[in-house]
């Protein structure tokens, strides 16, 4: 499978740089997968495709503020370090700039000594594990000190934090937003809700590894990241006892999705799990628990393009986005949004 098969044509000024003031107000592309045809609404009008019998899937992992900015406790040099992964309390895999300067041993200071951070190891890709230490809550000065780790092709730092989080953002652990969940408001959940939709939620801390460009021509070669995922009992339950009445399992994100089709067994059943998943899904794949899926428009030749390729079918999905092109629509995670049934 050659990585040139996913690529489209971009222009820059459709890259969305900022949210829109009303979450639901995104515009909706809908794909109908089975037959290829496009339908444009508003997001807020994705009520009309959902029906009673259905379960959406959302993941409320929330974002952290994993972006510090610090300098060397020796020569004072800048240091700027991403908070990837908690490999235990006080112990993070990191990604730092410039690594160069971030050998074992060597002392990281933020917010004038307010958190502290030594290099103990770097990782075979190179990047850095550290120790912190601090005086009280790691969270609450995290919180201080940190900026939300925003994607590279969004320029300039975001005014309001929040708008980098769904509003069911619950548990702590991403370095990144479940974007296509940005879309929701309360009230639009609310409605749903009314209607007689089911809702599960899971988690799945996204990792900046779902930036991670694909480098391989052939891209069954190409090494997934691991991320961690939890489903507990309850949502199990509720999305197997949907699936078994007939209903559909419409997932929000593809981090909904790779959980969901990460956990599952050979028969597409559910139970409660927790762990680490690697899952890359590419055309050819059969989709166990999934059944459409709410999404914001991908990078060209990402891993996440392939997964919506595996669903919709690769020619519908790029047909679908040179389409959302023409229309101007806006990409990425402050984008504009797809639903495919």
Known sequence: MDLKDFYYDLPKELIAQDPLPDRSGSRLCVLDKSTGGITHRIFSEITDYLM???????NNTKVIPARLYGKKTDTQANIEI??????????????????????????????????????????????????????GIFEEILDQLGQMPLPPYILHELKDKNRYQTVYAKYDGSAAAPTA????????????REKGVEIAEVTLHVGLGTFRPVKEKDVLNHHMHSEFFCIDEMAAKKINRVKKAGGRIISVGTTSARTLEAAADERGNLSGASGWTDIFIYPGYQFKIIDGLITNFHLPESTLLMLVSALAGRENTLHAYAKAVEEKYRFFSFGDAMLIV
């Open 82 to 135: 991403l908070l990837l992964k908690r490999i235990e309390k006080d112990i993070w895999e990191t990604l730092v700039k410039p690594g160069k300067k971030a050998k074992i041993g060597a002392g990281i200071s933020f917010g004038d000594g307010l958190l502290t951070g030594e290099v103990v190891d770097i990782t075979k890709e190179g990047n850095r594990i550290i120790r912190f230490e601090y005086d």
């Open 52 to 58: 009673p019998e259905d379960c959406l899937v959302i």
């Open 181 to 192: 969940g940005l879309h929701f408001t309360p009230e639009l959940l609310s409605s749903i």
